[in-house]
Structure formats: C-alpha cells, structure tokens
C-alpha cells in the first residue's frame, strides 16, 4: 500500500494503476521483447546483467527482476528508475493519464486539488523557456553560439542531447513569449528567468548567450548556466539563474539527470569544473561526470551524492575531482580533501597532462585520452600530502620538520583508521625521516581534534548506526507504512546493543505491522515490552525525532533504509567469515573450507542485491 495519509486518495489511486500500461512506461527505458505467456523481458535497468531477466507482465501492470529482486507496478518503477518520490510518480503517471488526483486533505470528498502549485507554474515556465531558447539556437543571430560549440567538438546532436539554447539579442523576447503563455510577471521573475526594468517593464534575465538548463535529480529544468560569447558583453563570463523556490545552488550539479543512473550503478561519480566538461566526459563514455553551478563543491552536493552512491561504513564509492593542475586547481583539490572526510567512500583526484581540463583534453587527445586521465586517478591524500610537502626544503632539517608538521594533521584527519599507520609510514619515507617522530605528529594531531570535538562527542554516531537509528523511527512512527518491510529485519541486523532490544520489543509487541497506527498507543506497548532501561527511555526519544527525509515519508525511503540496514549487517557477515576462511587451511579442513567458503558466496550475492536494490530506489 503506497498511500499515505494527507495523500492522494486510494481510489485514485487505483485508478491510475488501472489506466496505466506498465509496457509502455518500461518502454521508454528498457527494450522489452516476447518471453512467452503474454510476458515480455529485457536487461534490468537495476544492475548490470548480459542475460534479460527483467520481466512484465502487462496483464498484471507488475514486473519484477529475477537477478536483483526489483519488483513492482508502474508508480514504483518510475520511483525507482528516475529517483522519483512517490507524489511525483503518481502525479506523473496521472498527468500522462488525463486523471484529475484527489487529496484526503480536501475539505470535501469531492473537490479536487487546486490546480496547479507555485513549484508546477515554475517547472511549467522553465520548460516553454528550454524550448523556446533551443529554437533559438538554430537562428542567424544565434551562430557565435553555434560556433562556440562547434571549437568545442560538439556539433548539432549533442547540442540537442543536453538542450543547449540561445537568449537571442533582445531585451524581452522571452518575457513576451511566456506572457502570451499565460505566465504572470510575478511567476517570471520569482523563477529568475525574468527581472523588473525600472520602467515597471519585464527584461529578460539572459541575452546574448549561450544557455545550459540545469535539471535536478527527476529531470525537471529548475534553471539556466549562460556564457558570454561576444566581447562588447561587460557583464560575468558565466551567468547562472538566481536563488529561487526551484534552484539552490549548493543544492544543484549540472548533469546529475543523465548521470544519476550510472552514478548508482558503477558506484562512483565524477566531478568536473564546466558545462564543457561535463558534455565532454559523457560523449568521451564517462557518463558519471556532474559538475557544480556557480559555487564551489560543498557539504550539500556531498548529500546529493551520497543517496546516489550510497555510502556509508559498508559501502566504498568512489569519488573523482578533476581539476586543472595550475594554483587554483590545486586550491580546489586541498578545499575537496577538507569535505573529503565527510565522505566514507574513497575519494581521488585526476589531473589531466599539460593542465587541460576534460573539454581541451577531448579535443586534443580525443576520448580514450580523457578515460584514461580519469583511469590515472590519484588518492586525494597523497596528493594533499604531496601538495603539502613539496612547499618546503626537504634537504634542510627544518624544512622537513616544518613539513611534518603541516602534513601530519592531514594524515590524523584520514577517516579510515586502517590507513594512518600506513600513510604515516608514507610520509616517514617522503621526508626522508624515521617513522617514530612522524607517528609521533600524527598522534598528537589526532588527540587535538577528539579534544576540539570531545564536547559534541556524545552526538557523533557512526553512519551505519544513523541507518539503524531511523529504520527504529520508521517502525516507531509510521508502523503501518513501514511495518510490511521493517519486520523482515532481525534483531542480529543490528550493531548496537541498545538497537537490539528496541527491534526484539518492536517483534515482542507484535510487529510494526499489528499497529494500526504510530500513536501513543503503539509507542507504549513497545516500551512495556522492552526489558532493556536504556532501550525503553530510547524509545520516547526516538518516536518524536524527526525523520531525515524532506516532506511526507513514502515507501521509497523505507526500502532504501531497510536495504542500507541489510547491507551493513550482510557486509559484517562476510568481513568476519573471510577471516575465519583465510586462518583455515583448506587441505588439512576441506570439508569446513568448502562449506564457509559456499556461505561467503551466498552473501557476497546477497549484498550485491541490496546494494543494487537500495542504489535503485533512491
């Protein structure tokens, strides 16, 4: 059950199931051939695979993957495969229907939802103005802009493929086309896309240039990049949409539309500086590229990247900078060590030959060189470390305990504890030093951060904890949506002791799914059955903490939960059972290698499922 309530009406939703052609939305993306018995089958979108075993069955409206165990109905498939939340799916697949949703909010049973909201007004007027600027792009007055692509090695296909326009030379050609689409002034200029004249006129936001729409996560154009082409243009090289209700730009990476899926499924993303370069690495075969819009990388792309690669403590993404190799390159790469920490996943840098960027690289070298600099990356640590060291006389004694002392903190920050030893024992050698004295660097930088950090010590909890800490939240405050999943979770899924008893109480007092609502009711049967104090005084805090999620909680995000939650547990699993496979010799136990060996198999499939499952459903 997908509803939710305060949410579309069941009803309807039923309704659109119903007028609904799974087929033809699964079309769209996937190339679906006869299987038999009124079935069809194709490749799974979901994990990489040479043999289809992605199948529908249209007389069902259901599909489901025998590879991954992907499975479901139109409104999940579209949640899935285009990173939807459940309201944009089913208003989607309405829209597409001719179905006029109604909402349990309503007053009245009957009166349906006001028509349109500010967000659809300014969606709707991004996508007349993409149209009209790529109309644009073909005119006489639009050909510098042509050109300019054209020296870039990009020509009119791939123009069409990232919808690249034009803002013809006008003051308001735009706002007057959007006018007679029905816009008011207010909706043109709360998008950006137009701005006041001080005669009390509309002016176009953009003129002269050459445009880029910028899409978020679900495809939808949320603003413009535009880049001067003529000389007598005194305003900025690059000009990008202001702050609005649709376009945040710590929020925003130019491509992530294209590049979601790959993302996902090849577990690393790749961060470039332009436009250019974003085209350039996709039509180059690196569909991973993303880059930032107007703003350096920071903490919030970091989030929008994690629910892509899924990181966490069980999982290591990967995540690629390329920068040029001049100062400011190098200023950007030791700014991206700094959030590097914030990641789990391993993070590199790729710098390409004679400090072109990926667009200059492709035109120069052709594709395969531009795979092959992201192919060359580097471990951002020993770049930082290198970086940091090569500042200083290493053939002086204190040049070299200068650089121990600015490269040492870099090593304590390391988030992989595994590595410090390591990189210290690197660094030891670079100096041309013995390891005690640098290990001794090391040690005391890292007792000064848990110092600096030890009065908040008490908030930090690991990220797999924060995974088992919300899927407890879920079944505490949204049993009846959460339940059907979070009951498939044991109690031995969990790391944490206190987690333990709170899951054991949740099963004791019935399942998540036996609650007919996240009431007091429920919340108070599950602390009496909990024989644990720590747990029971738990329990009251988390059933009013809230959620990390943005809006109404749909089913979507229970599965990625869930999933992350297994891929933990899993992965602990087949750490500990490869120690125990490696101390055995497999003459002398056979019988015992062969067996543990068959049981790591199992769940190294098992975890690749989830993963791909839960990189799936965001």
């Not at 939703?13 to 939305?25: G, H, M, Q």
């Not at 730009?249 to 370069?277: C, F, M, N, P, W």
């Not at 030959?353 to 640590?381: F, H, Q, S, T, Y």
Request: aromatic share 6%; net charge neutral.
């Amino acid at each position: 059950m997908y509803a939710v309530a305060g949410r579309v009406k069941d009803e309807d939703i039923a309704l659109v199931r119903d007028r609904t052609s799974i087929a033809d939305i699964i079309n769209e993306s996937v190339t679906l051939r006869p299987a038999g018995g009124g079935n069809l089958k194709g490749l799974c979108p979901f994990h990489d695979e040479k043999t289809p075993s992605f199948t529908v069955a249209p007389a069902r409206n259901v599909y489901y993957c025998h590879g991954c165990g992907q499975g479901g109905d139109a409104i999940k498939f579209l949640m899935d495969a285009e990173h939807l939340s459940f309201m944009e799916s089913i208003e989607r697949l309405a829209s597409r229907a001719g179905i006029q949703l109604r909402y349990d909010t309503d007053n009245s049973p009957n009166v349906p939802r006001p028509q349109v909201g500010q967000r659809q007004r300014l969606l709707a007027a991004h996508a007349s103005a993409t149209e009209f600027y790529r109309d644009q792009l073909s005119t006489p007055g639009a050909r510098k802009a042509r050109e300019f692509l054209a020296q870039r090695g990009f020509g009119r296909d791939a123009a069409e493929r990232y919808g690249c326009g034009f803002a013809p030379d006008s003051w308001d050609a735009l706002a007057k086309h959007l006018r007679q689409k029905g816009f008011t002034a207010e909706e043109l200029n709360t998008a950006g896309l137009t701005k006041p004249a001080r005669s009390g006129s509309l002016i176009d936001r953009f003129r002269r240039r050459l445009l880029w729409p910028i899409k978020d996560l679900s495809g939808d154009v949320i603003g413009f990049g535009a880049r001067k082409l003529f000389d007598d243009d005194d305003g900025p090289k690059y000009l990008n949409t202001p702050e609005s209700p649709l376009y945040k730009k710590s929020h925003v990476l130019y491509g992530i539309d294209q590049a979601k899926r790959e993302i996902a499924k090849r577990g690393r993303a790749v961060i470039v500086e332009g436009y250019t370069d974003v085209m350039a690495c996709h039509e180059a075969g690196e569909p991973t590229a993303v880059a930032t819009c107007g703003t350096a990388f920071g903490i919030d792309h970091i989030g929008v990247l994690r629910r892509l690669l899924m990181d966490s403590d069980s999982f290591t993404g990967e995540i690629i900078y390329t920068f040029d190799g001049d100062a400011a390159g190098q200023k950007a790469a030791l700014r991206a060590f700094e959030e590097d920490q914030r990641f789990v996943g391993r993070t590199f840098i790729a710098v390409s030959p004679d400090n072109m960027d990926p667009c200059e690289l492709r035109l120069a070298k052709g594709d395969l060189a531009v795979r092959d600099m992201i192919a060359g990356r580097e471990p951002l640590v020993d770049f930082a470390l290198r970086h940091t060291i090569s500042r200083f006389d290493l053939d002086t004694v204190e040049g070299r305990v200068e650089a121990m002392r600015r490269a040492a903190p870099l090593v304590a920050k390391i988030k992989d504890k595994e590595k410090r030893p390591e990189y210290a024992r690197k660094l030891a050698g670079d100096l041309g030093m013995d390891l005690e004295p640098v290990q001794r660097a090391v040690n005391s930088a890292l007792r000064g951060a848990e110092e600096q950090s030890r009065p908040a010590a008490r908030q930090v909890v690991a990220p797999q904890r924060l995974v088992e800490r919300e899927s407890l939240k879920l079944a505490l405050q949204e049993p009846v949506l959460a339940g059907p999943m979070f009951d498939t979770v044991e109690p031995a899924d969990y790391g944490d002791d206190v987690y333990k008893a709170i899951r054991a109480a949740i099963a004791e007092a019935g399942g998540a799914s036996s609650a007919s609502s996240g009431g007091a009711v429920w919340i108070e049967k599950v602390r009496d059955c909990c024989d644990d104090l720590a747990g029971k005084g738990l329990i009251s805090e988390l059933s009013v903490e809230p959620l990390h999620v943005d809006g109404a909680v749909d089913p979507r995000y229970v599965q990625i939960t869930v999933a992350r939650l297994q891929v933990g547990s899993v992965t602990t699993r087949i750490r500990d059972l490869k120690s125990k496979v490696q101390r055995l010799n497999p003459v002398a136990h056979k019988d015992e290698y062969l067996a543990l060996a068959g049981e790591l198999f199992s769940l190294e499939q098992q975890a690749r499922a989830l993963r791909d499952q839960a990189a799936g459903g965001l």
